[in-house]
């Protein structure tokens, strides 16, 4: 039995740790007590307890590699480092050849996850994508491909011609297994309005999550903080995914990231810091009762800020990724890769066990 | 009752730990009940939810050192291309440029330079008493214990000299681990772990007041770090005269000791650790400069109330590939935001402006 003698120092967290115990759901105003709340090792102690029950002293982590096919896009969210118009100097787009070629630099290492994803880019066919999946499959045969967020999905669909059902079902057969949790941002009209406008509304963004997970396809979950939205619109956020993950139960893990404003039309905003970062984790691992996973992405917060969230509720710290693009064009001052020892010698010098998963959370050897 | 949670109740209930229970602590506890236990004690040491910060500047004054640390990429030996001893003319604008900022300090410290006499530190301390309305923070022991013995002359009369130039305080820089077995690996020619401790000792009858660090994450062993807060401790006791103790993590890029990099939850450990075991020190400080914004944020929860300086310019730690730089506006936004109150002291923590 784990037990939690803690006192804390804000006294309000008492009716939170009492359902806590006894396993009763949070709702929104816990959420925001929480958010609201400075005892940064109660709500540790609180995210703890839901982990230990859950996952023990495990942490888990993926052998990975990240493919950025292109970064020319439509949508050109004010948030996003990464994008650019077609025709600007550094605008690129990978050919299939390319790809083959960026996949065959590393075919040597034990690689289990491709996470790929791109920009909405007007110049790439529906085959494209297909093809795309197919040299994926073709080279790496034994990894699962993580790939297009429900943005892009929602943009293959167009671009096909086919209804949601339809492309995923093509996806799929060409080779498609997860769907990375991007895209959903921060589920606020007013926070599209200012920030991403082009993109598609949260009810699209769920409703192809649905159709994905009725497909049998697994996916993630995330959640852009540290920008322009409130903490109701942080914990409206969070009860959206998990009345989802209620209905179809096909969300793997959630994953909070910490928006990076270097290079970015936002860049006037101060980055995160760590209590809000830590405080996202443990939230997230209260609120989500029926998510079993809770990412510490390392390369959003740092490996040093990661290592300490395995205490605040995560369980997992995304990959031994190299040449992470996206977060670092906006600034991020995290490792561009870590390698396994690294990352197996974060998890063990914090006293935890690191075990290496698949995609799926089994675990590898 | 085991061992470990016999040791957490001592703790919690205020009561002075010893050397087995600290390292006790320090190999099982697990990371949230040393959080607990060290934000407790900081609590009782430090009610008000205050978080200080110092604005000033650390100046190298040479860096051409005898010494050759293993794990100092600061140093140059005589002779190198890249040596210097500082001209009056930079010390000058570095001072006015601290001054200007807001500063009200500086810390001065250099390598082991034969070729300066006692009579060149004299000289640079009244020049810049004579020139600017700052307190000098200079000379860690090492420094002293190098001038002492280069002068022929006791670590007590060598301070009173300095003292009577304008030295304001000494900082604790130095000490590394302060057991010689370690330092011997280390830092060879360096003054031993009693002569440190002898410095200080010296220093603080004659009045002054210093404080006290240490550099782990090398060569020395867990028990290695104990017993260096336990010589603190010990010396402490007997004179009162640390205002505070400073952890930090060896750096190992471009330095000969080749080491895993200590992670940050080793260093919270640790810190709490050192806020638990020294009751007789009133402050705690963060180390920024090896830790980032994150972790230092994270360090007020695990024993810190002081995140020291705001670092015009850190030369030393600087040359060993670490590029953390925290301006004070930002200080204080991370203070701020982890619920404390924001505020810059003197060198002897006391609160010169709120914010
Ligand atoms: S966040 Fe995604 S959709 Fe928005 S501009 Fe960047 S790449 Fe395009
Ligand atoms: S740490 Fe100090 S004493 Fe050692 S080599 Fe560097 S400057 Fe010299």
Redesign the interface.
């Given at each position: 039995m784990i037990i939690m003698k803690y006192s804390f120092l804000d006294k309000s967290l008492y009716e939170i740790k009492d359902k806590v115990v006894s396993g009763e759901r949070l709702g929104f105003v816990d959420g925001i007590a929480l958010y609201k709340s400075n005892d940064l090792i109660g709500i540790g102690y609180l995210a703890d307890y839901v982990r230990r029950k859950l996952h023990g002293k495990k942490a888990f982590y993926v052998y990975n590699q990240h493919l950025n096919f292109t970064n020319i896009c439509l949508n050109r969210c004010l948030f996003c480092a990464f994008s650019r118009d077609d025709g600007e100097k550094d605008a690129f787009a990978l050919s299939i050849d390319d790809v083959r070629s960026r996949l065959m630099e590393r075919i040597n290492e034990p690689v289990r996850e491709l996470h790929v994803v791109g920009g909405l880019n007007s110049s790439l066919s529906f085959d494209y994508y297909i093809e795309l999946l197919n040299t994926i499959k073709e080279v790496r045969p034994d990894s699962t491909i993580k790939a297009f967020t429900a943005v892009e999905i929602d943009y293959i669909a167009r671009i096909g011609g086919l209804s949601i059902e339809k492309t995923i079902a093509r996806l799929k057969k060409a080779g498609l297994e997860m769907i990375p949790g991007g895209g959903a941002e921060v589920m606020s009209n007013r926070v599209r309005k200012k920030l991403f406008p082009r993109k598609i509304d949260s009810n699209r963004w769920l409703e192809i999550m649905e159709a994905l997970h009725s497909a049998g396809l697994t996916s993630n979950a995330t959640m852009l903080y540290g920008h322009i939205e409130t903490l109701d619109e942080r914990v409206d956020h969070l009860m959206k995914l998990r009345e989802l993950q209620d209905k179809t139960g096909g969300f793997a893990a959630f994953i909070p990231l910490a928006f990076h404003s270097q290079n970015t039309r936002l860049s006037h905003l101060p980055g995160t810091t760590a209590f809000d970062d830590l405080k996202n984790i443990a939230l997230a691992r209260l609120m989500l009762d029926n998510f079993s996973h809770i990412k510490a992405y390392w390369v959003m917060i740092g490996e040093r800020l990661a290592q300490v969230a395995l205490s605040f509720g995560a369980d997992d710290l995304d990959g031994t990724i190299i040449e992470e693009k996206i977060t670092h064009m906006a600034g991020a001052k995290s490792a561009k890769g870590l390698s396994r020892a690294q990352i197996e010698y974060l998890i063990s010098s914090a006293g935890f066990t690191p075990v290496e998963r698949d995609s799926f959370y089994g675990k590898i050897g | 009752m085991n061992k470990l949670d016999r040791t957490i109740e001592k703790a919690a209930s205020n009561e002075r730990i010893d050397f087995t229970e600290a390292f006790t602590l320090l190999n099982e506890a697990?990371?949230?009940k040393l959080?607990?236990l060290a934000?407790k004690k900081r609590q009782r040491l430090n009610p008000e939810p205050v978080v200080t910060f110092v604005v000033d500047r650390n100046i190298n004054y040479t860096n051409i050192c005898i010494s050759g640390c293993l794990f100092c990429a600061f140093y140059c030996p005589p002779g190198h291309a890249d040596a210097y001893v500082i001209s009056k003319k930079e010390l000058k604008e570095k001072i006015e440029e601290t001054l200007s900022l807001g500063g009200t300090q500086i810390l001065l410290q250099g390598g082991l330079n034969p070729s300066l006499s006692l009579d060149y530190y004299i000289d640079l301390l009244k020049f810049i008493k004579d020139n600017f309305p700052v307190h000098i923070h200079g000379f860690s022991p090492p420094e002293i214990a190098f001038i002492a013995e280069k002068s022929s002359m006791s670590f007590e009369d060598t301070i009173n000299k300095l003292i009577d130039a304008g030295l304001g305080s000494i900082p604790g820089g130095g000490a590394e681990i302060l057991v010689d077995e370690i330092r011997e690996k280390i830092s060879p020619n360096k003054c031993s772990a009693n002569e440190w401790i002898e410095v200080m000792e010296a220093a603080h009858k004659c009045g002054l007041r210093t404080t006290a660090t240490m550099m782990f994450g090398h060569m020395e062993k867990p028990e290695h770090i104990i017993e260096h807060l336990m010589k603190i401790r010990n010396l402490q006791d007997n004179t009162g005269g640390f205002t505070a103790f400073i952890p930090w993590t060896f750096q190992p890029d471009n330095t000969r000791i080749k080491v895993?990099k200590t992670?940050?939850?080793?260093y919270?450990r640790v810190l709490a650790v050192s806020r638990l075991f020294l009751d007789n020190i009133q402050n705690i400080q963060a180390s920024w400069v090896t830790?980032?914004?994150?972790?230092v944020?994270?360090a007020l929860?695990f024993g810190a109330n002081d995140l020291g300086s705001t670092m015009i310019e850190e030369n030393v730690v600087a040359a060993a590939g670490v590029k953390f730089r925290l301006p004070k506006e930002?200080m204080i936004?991370?203070i701020r935001?982890?619920?404390y109150k924001a505020a810059q002291r003197d060198c002897f923590y006391n609160i010169i402006k709120p914010h």
């Open positions: - | 697990e990371l949230l959080a607990e934000n895993e992670t940050s939850v080793e919270l830790q980032g914004d994150k972790i944020q994270t929860v930002e936004r991370l935001e982890a619920g």
